[in-house]
């Protein structure tokens, strides 16, 4: 009943930029965060970027300074604003969101993924 859609990654050079997007929609009573995470290939998944209900961030050390999560008016939607890219970077980026179904019950939900490759 809730989907996460992912969007706006693709091939960049290093140092380049690119926005990421994650919309969602379906049975929604009300999202508590959302997150970043990215997974390159052989590697764990990782955080990448939080946003709590607060408002308050947190970002991996390693994109600390060049990445910036952010949420929409609607609170429907989350955006990762990646700059100064690098090949370290190159990874599936995948959304998460913690969101309520109703007054009581919540869950976590993952997009699909979407490839972000930084590359000369």
């Known amino acids: 009943q809730v989907q996460l859609v992912e969007s706006g990654g693709g091939l960049v050079q290093p140092g380049g930029s690119l926005r990421l997007s994650c919309a969602a929609s379906g049975s929604i009573f009300r999202i508590i965060s959302m997150a970043w995470y990215r997974q390159a290939p052989g590697n764990q998944r990782e955080l990448v970027a939080s946003?709590?209900?607060?408002?308050?961030?947190n970002y991996a050390d390693s994109v600390k300074g060049r990445f910036s999560i952010s949420r929409d008016n609607a609170k429907n939607t989350v955006y990762l604003q990646m700059h100064s890219l690098k090949p370290e970077d190159t990874a599936v980026y995948y959304c998460n969101a913690r969101i309520y179904t109703d007054y009581k019950s919540w869950d976590d939900y993952w997009g699909q993924g979407t490839q972000v490759t930084v590359s000369s």
């Open positions: 946003l709590n209900s607060g408002g308050g961030t």
